[in-house]
């Protein structure tokens, strides 16, 4: 049984944009594209659509836990509406939230409560283009960098692997965790990428050749990072009564989870074998009947390969401590194994999407339209989004 | 030059008690906690007689990363980033540089010591290993 908030709602479309590193179109080019797929693939006309949500939307500034770097905001939700002449009875955009599918479970909320039909949910990012490397924090704020950040960047910890190098280095202190075990992680992605056309990584990669290349942030190497890509992806979250007579498959809501229970800050976390993602798996569980073992397919963000490791034990697939072991040697993260991970390719081989590109591929296998890679038989799928103190997670299901 | 703190009224004793040498955390007189970053308002009892004291500037590493990549050409690398729990309550995380050692030596636990680099405004709190 769902909680309220998931039985009211749906997904009835999905759309990705091309996703390249770099492409010669825009990021507002490529966000319309996705949007509009969404919206046709939903059986809609952008005049259905009564509501938009994106994450972070247009913003600037470093203050909160995740400061907007080049090229990761993509057109704001104002841009958006105003490009295809919305009328929305509600729209928001904030960086703010729980991981970036605060931004669907914002959408269940206006729908659940009768806001809104169908709310278009989009992620834009033009990284590849914009991004050469993180000078731009190096150079910040002259006078003085404000918020979290400022607590972060005078020690030189201008990026993400120097915010979860400590995280996963105690990790492995406590738990034994080892770079092997990281690696199959990104092996798994890169070998799921090789049957995704739409995978920017798609060439072969070893545990020999992930432990051979260089360190960025100890024990963080090349291929524990996702992959700046230009792109976009949108989904369509309607009430659940436009179920019926879609064009695809709906993908129902079973549960969702935001919860925060540790320090909102990077540098305060008390327990750092640990992250939100065990606050908000707890919290999704919470709101369903449905167990770990129901889960055919997840996509666990990966914007570093041990991102998967903190979702794996926060979303309870393994015991606390124990998802090193889990995945060594790949065979049960692997697409024909217990529990297929990132099986589009995640966002170490297929592009960071933060998250969304980890849901729309739930949906599509969810669906039955992952073709060559789609695994069979799946219904339960999970899809997790963020790092750190942030965290949200989807539980979803073929409808 | 690398980045610099914005020093505000909430955070100014942090970032400028190295100018005498003294590293201090906001504690509350009233139940004694410590609450860090500084707050107008005590962590644990939400009272208001909240200010900085001067603590013993020792602690551990709690956990470290070795920052090899070259994000700026003015960086030297490789550097230590290090999150270390002070001895007056673990529960205080100071994030922050080890110094005075090589990167490879830092372990989990390391017995460490504040020392401040002067920066802009700021007194930027270090650490370096020191005998336990």
């Known amino acids: ?399 | 030059m690398l980045p610099i703190p914005l020093i505000t009224a909430d955070n100014e004793a942090f970032w400028t008690g190295g100018r005498d040498g003294r590293l201090l955390i906001a504690r509350c007189s009233d139940c004694g906690s410590y609450s860090h970053p500084p707050t107008p308002r005590c962590s644990a009892c939400f009272g208001q007689n909240v200010g900085p004291v001067p603590v013993s500037g020792r602690g551990r590493v709690h956990s470290f990363t070795v920052n090899r990549q070259q994000w700026s050409p003015e960086l030297e690398v490789p550097y230590v980033i290090a999150i270390v729990e002070l001895d007056e309550d673990p529960a205080v995380r100071i994030f922050s540089n080890i110094v005075g050692c090589p990167a490879d030596e830092v372990v989990i636990g390391m017995p460490v010591e504040v020392e401040f680099v002067h920066r802009g405004d700021a007194f930027l709190p270090v650490f370096r290993p020191v005998d336990a």
């Open chain 1, 1 to 399: 049984m769902s909680a309220e908030l998931e039985q009211r709602c749906i997904i009835s479309g999905i759309g990705q944009s091309e996703i390249g590193r770099p492409l010669q179109r825009g990021v507002t080019a490529l966000t319309l594209d996705a949007c509009l797929q969404a919206i046709s693939d939903a059986g809609l006309r952008p005049a259905d659509i009564d509501g938009v949500i994106t994450w972070p939307g247009s913003v600037t500034g470093a203050g909160g836990l995740a400061p907007p770097g080049p090229g990761t905001c993509g057109p704001g939700v104002h841009a958006v509406i105003d490009a295809l002449r919305l009328q929305t009875n509600w729209h928001y955009a904030g960086p703010e939230t729980p991981g970036a599918f605060a931004t669907v479970i914002h959408a269940c909320m206006a729908v659940a409560t009768g806001l809104c039909r169908h709310v278009l949910v989009y992620r834009g990012v033009n990284e590849a283009t914009a991004w050469s490397t993180a000078t731009d924090r190096v150079g910040a704020d002259p006078d003085g960098v404000a918020g979290m950040m400022g607590w972060l960047l005078p020690y030189g910890a201008f990026s993400g692997p120097n915010w979860m190098g400590s995280w996963i280095t105690r990790h492995m202190h406590e738990y034994g965790t080892t770079r092997e075990q990281m690696g199959a992680i990104a092996v798994n992605a890169r070998r799921n990428a090789q049957l995704n056309p739409a995978a920017v990584m798609r060439k072969e990669l070893t545990l020999e050749d992930y432990l051979g290349s260089r360190m960025i942030s100890d024990p963080l190497c090349l291929f524990d990072c996702d992959v700046a890509v230009d792109g976009a992806v949108a989904v369509i979250v309607s009430a659940r009564e436009h179920a019926a007579g879609l064009p695809h498959p709906p993908v129902l809501f079973q549960a969702v989870g935001s919860a925060l229970r540790g320090r909102a800050s990077w540098d305060q976390w008390q327990d750092l074998t640990q992250t939100a993602a065990a606050d908000a798996g707890a919290h999704m569980w919470a709101r369903t009947e449905l167990k770990p073992s129901d889960v055919d397919i997840a996509g666990l963000y990966d914007g570093f390969s041990v991102l998967s490791l903190f979702w794996l034990e926060g979303l309870g697939f393994c015991g606390t401590g124990e998802s090193g072991p889990f995945v060594e040697g790949g065979a049960r993260i692997a697409r024909d194994g217990e529990l297929p991970l990132a099986t589009g390719g995640g966002h170490l081989s297929a592009g960071r999407l933060h998250g969304f590109g980890h849901l729309h591929e739930v949906c599509l296998q969810l669906r039955g339209e992952a073709g060559e890679r789609q695994v069979a038989d799946a219904e339960v799928g999970v899809a997790s989004a963020g790092a750190g103190p942030l965290a949200s997670c989807l539980l979803l299901s073929r409808g």
